[in-house]
């Protein structure tokens, strides 16, 4: 007896290391392939940098076209005509300043890939209260990203506490990461960048982290609010039902 429960046992412990071996081979294929996605991810949005610098170039070219010919036009129109050109001028000289500032910031962010914004969004919606998304993006426009996880699987719209560019984004987003380590929602897939911290909290880290750095507290929740507020609407304008009362015998 004593020799089979032995051989149980042996049989048990082999059987618990095979399940520990195929249990981390999973993990490590998991890993492997969030690893993989991730750096798509990355190149992704590499790609749209440069398209997006390619696209304010072609912008600025533009307006450098419209505002010569502005001038030509100008130099040859009546003089009753001169106020209206000067005028024509100066608004598309604005819009040229405006769309070279926007290739530089483009072209910056595209040949430096550890440029970007780490934004700070909330979803009491979809999530509760005092839950936070820590993230980066290299996207020119950051709200893009913000928008986009706004449509991804989630109920309602994220709002949006800081978007704060940096030229080391990373370290920016590593930094609040590590300082809300203890408070991570999941502790074992570091990508999922929710975190369970007040408001409050994450502003004074902020402050600390990225002097100077915007950082709006409010929690407007638009469509959630108005959610409740259609359903509660709803449950009052239900009349009570009537209950009949039955007599005690027929």
Known sequence: MQKGAAKFALTLKQKLVELQVTHEYREKLKAEREERAEM????????????????????ENRYLRLLDKAKSDANEAAAD??????????MLEKDLADAHAKF?????????????YVYIISNIGSFGEEVVKIGLTRRLDPADRVRELGDAGVPFVFDTHAIIYSDDAPALERALHNEFQKTRINAQNFRKEFFRVSIDEVERAVARLAPGAPFFKDVEAQEYRETLARRNAMLAAVEPIELVAFPASI
Do not use: C, N
Not at 42 to 53: F, V
């Open 40 to 59: 798509a991810r990355a190149a992704r949005e590499e790609q749209k940098l440069l398209r997006d610098m390619e696209r304010a170039e072609e912008e």
């Open 81 to 90: 005509q001169i106020g209206a050109y000067d005028e024509k001028i100066r």
């Open 104 to 116: 530089e910031r483009a072209q910056a962010m595209a040949e430096k890939t550890r440029s970007g």
